[in-house]
């Protein structure tokens, strides 16, 4: 079970060892970075690392980790994961077995139903493109009565995402361990739209 605390961002940005990370990283590596926006908050994707010639920039799940190998300015964190290990450990989840239990889990048509603006959650996508990959963090109220999980749809007009395959969560919102951005009232520059 993923845990909340994989949330958490250093005080201060580490420029340099974020630099040497993309510096060294390779391309389809498994990685796991953490953004911060004011418009999505703070969320984690676990996934395979691409290199783009087109932006000429390492990218996960459509997101760009660089601009000319220096470090995008929402990254937060960026770390290579042994795939070996990332099998062997689901994460350590600060909640009792109890708790655990009593979360939802599983299927997107049953669980994406009970969510609202600040649950945290995990949910695995798949596309094409990018692969699968997990996003973490806080779901983010959009327009049309729909859910943001940074810039990937959780649910849009009410019906789950397309390309969203399995959620956890992680914790309500009412449990308060997460600063939760502001629902969106109206799309600009970084809707995400196109990724229904």
């Not at 390779?26 to 984690?44: D, H, I, M, N, Q």
């Not at 996960?60 to 994961?81: F, H, T």
């Not at 309500?172 to 196109?194: H, K, N, Q, T, Y």
Request: proline share 6%.
């Amino acid at each position: 079970m993923p845990s909340i605390s994989e949330l958490t961002i250093p005080s201060k940005r580490n420029v340099k060892g974020l630099t040497a990370t993309i510096a060294e990283l390779k391309s389809g590596e498994l990685v796991r970075a953490v953004f911060s926006t004011p418009r999505y908050g703070v969320v984690s994707i676990e996934g395979r690392a691409h290199f783009s010639k087109t932006t000429n920039s390492f990218m996960i799940a459509g997101r760009a980790l660089d601009a000319n190998l220096k470090p995008d300015k929402s990254l937060q964190l960026l770390e290579v994961i042994d795939p070996q290990a990332a099998l062997a450990d689901d994460g350590v989840a600060a909640l009792s077995d109890e708790e655990v239990a009593a979360l939802p889990s599983g299927d997107p048509a049953d669980v994406v139903p009970t969510l609202q603006h600040g649950d945290v959650i995990a949910a695995r996508y798949f596309e094409l493109a990018y692969g699968a990959f997990t996003v973490m963090g806080a779901c983010v109220a959009a327009p049309g009565a729909s859910l943001m999980l940074g810039t990937w749809f959780v649910s849009r007009d009410g019906v789950p995402a397309s390309r969203l395959n399995h959620v956890d969560v992680v914790a309500r919102a009412a449990d308060g361990e997460l600063r939760i951005p502001a629902a969106i009232s109206s799309w600009g520059d970084e809707s995400g739209s196109d990724e229904l």
